[in-house]
């Protein structure tokens, strides 16, 4: 009932910049949160940025004042700006939302998580 379609990974020299998106869609009633998590080889999959609906914002100290979350409500699309990339940001990053979906009974909603398929960012040189 929720699609994530990510975009924007791909392979970086250090100290560049790129940009991650993701698109929600489906039977979406309303958007809590969406966040970029990412997980590399052999590690668990931790927070990066994630966003609410009244746009307060939460980072993980390791890209805090280097990347940027934002959000466009209306098109249920949350951005990544990744700046100063270095070799310890390589990962696969995966978008997340909780949201509220339509049900199939009237005027009923349910809560969801979900995950994007995720998409692989590498900074090397």
């Known amino acids: 009932q929720v699609q994530l379609v990510e975009s924007g990974g791909g392979l970086v020299q250090p100290g560049v910049s790129l940009r991650l998106a993701c698109a929600a869609s489906?039977?979406?009633?309303?958007?809590?949160?969406m966040g970029w998590y990412r997980q590399a080889p052999g590690n668990l999959r931790e927070l990066v940025a994630a966003?609410?609906?009244?746009?307060?914002?939460n980072y993980a100290d390791s890209v805090k004042c280097r990347f940027t979350i934002s959000s466009d409500n209306a098109k249920n699309t949350v951005y990544l700006q990744m700046r100063s990339l270095k070799p310890e940001d390589t990962s696969v990053y995966y978008c997340?939302?909780?949201?509220?979906?339509?049900?199939?009974?009237?005027?009923?909603?349910?809560?969801?998580?979900?995950w994007g398929r995720g998409t692989e960012v590498t900074a090397s040189s």
């Open positions: 997340n939302i909780d949201a509220r979906v339509n049900t199939n009974q009237p005027m009923s909603t349910r809560k969801v998580v979900h």
């Open positions: 966003i609410t609906v009244r746009g307060i914002t």
């Open positions: 489906g039977s979406i009633f309303s958007i809590n949160t």
